[in-house]
């Protein structure tokens, strides 16, 4: 390693970084050669890169499409997590080699999915359309070489639209049924998509809607989501007929002008990949990747990311989604090659690194 890389400055075992340099997981080795060791690409860097389809999770996923690009029949498009549109999202996580004949044909029936006005619905209809399941998708698509799409921009623009109407982060659907009055799940999935389409392409409104979600983000220190009297104002609102429900939100917070935020446990327990939720880690790498700076309000979150690491800079799967993917990654419980170097990303960046 050269001297001042980001696996240095963290002082990253060098049998961790053979390990993550393993030729079973492509991606993973030439993003640490690039990121953490700060090499620039040579002839063997880009052929492992164009190995990448032949990860095993990509494999299996690969197989199981079918002759047309989908998963199964538009009306399961959002089957989780076997639909369609769930494989666009984790291809992108794995990234898969956008250049592939498969891949594409799968992008090209993934962008016949998407509504006029730029989203992704859970149904095939406008009503079913949902930020995340957006976000996720155009940010899966971005990521498999289709950044400069300007049906990736489109998606981009009704997540901003959606913003500009609500005022707030968050579904039209979820408005008013939250205490929170936004989605905190919604902010880093927004972030991550952004952070993958150069910023000259982002619609008007962009900037204004990464800027909320990192206020967001930052104001609850990433970990808090829900206060603990989401679980009452819950019950009271669907104990009500539809029709009483108006303006009950805002007479529960005058009822209740303090409210006690705490960690959701859910994101401290890292997992890859991730669906429509995230966790800590995954946050930071969103913020990261829009350019925010490790503030204070951060403090927490990124001493869990440490504090998870094990004796040789390894950081285990902890929440996982397979048996219920086309094809598992990795193992749960064991060190995970793609957390290990989220994780390091992470670190760095806190040192004004990557």
């Not at 620039?40 to 190995?51: G, I, K, M, N, V």
């Not at 705490?262 to 790498?285: I, M, V």
Request: charge should be neutral.
């Amino acid at each position: 390693m050269g001297r001042g890389t980001a696996a240095e400055r963290l002082r990253v075992p060098d049998a961790t970084v053979e390990w993550l340099l393993g030729e079973d997981n492509p991606a993973v080795a030439v993003l640490t050669r690039r990121n953490l060791l700060g090499e620039s690409d040579s002839a063997e860097t880009r052929a492992l890169w164009t190995q990448r389809n032949e990860y095993p999770a990509v494999v299996g996923i690969l197989a199981a499409m079918r002759d047309d690009g989908s998963w199964d029949v538009p009306s399961r498009d959002y089957q989780k997590y076997r639909g369609t549109l769930w494989q666009m999202v984790f291809l992108g996580e794995l990234m898969a080699d956008g250049s592939d004949e498969r891949v594409r044909r799968a992008a090209d029936h993934t962008f016949s999915r998407q509504l006029s006005d730029g989203s992704w619905s859970a149904t095939g209809r406008a009503d079913g359309s949902i930020g995340c399941l957006t976000a996720n998708v155009g940010r899966g698509l971005a990521a498999l070489g289709y950044e400069r799409d300007e049906r990736v921009a489109r998606a981009l623009g009704y997540l901003v639209d959606v913003y500009r109407e609500l005022g707030v982060v968050n579904c039209r659907q979820s408005s008013g049924y939250q205490l929170n009055g936004y989605c905190h799940m919604l902010a880093p999935k927004i972030l991550l998509f952004l952070g993958v389409v150069p910023e000259n392409l982002w619609p008007d409104g962009a900037a204004d809607l990464r800027d909320a979600c990192v206020e967001r983000l930052r104001d609850k220190q990433v970990l808090r989501c829900l206060p603990e009297e989401s679980r009452e104002f819950q019950d009271i609102l669907w104990s009500v007929p539809s029709a009483e429900r108006h303006g009950l939100r805002e007479r529960f917070l005058a009822e209740h002008p303090t409210l006690h935020y705490k960690d959701k446990p859910g994101w401290t327990r890292f997992g890859f990949p991730r669906s429509y939720n995230s966790d800590a880690l995954e946050a930071l790498l969103a913020l990261a990747g829009v350019g925010e700076r490790p503030r204070e309000e951060y403090h927490r979150a990124i001493e869990l990311v440490r504090a998870q690491a094990d004796s040789e800079m390894r950081w285990a799967m902890r929440n996982t989604l397979n048996g219920k993917m086309h094809a598992d990654v990795e193992a749960k419980g064991q060190p995970s090659k793609w957390l290990t170097l989220r994780a390091l990303r992470v670190l760095a960046w806190t040192e004004g690194g990557v």
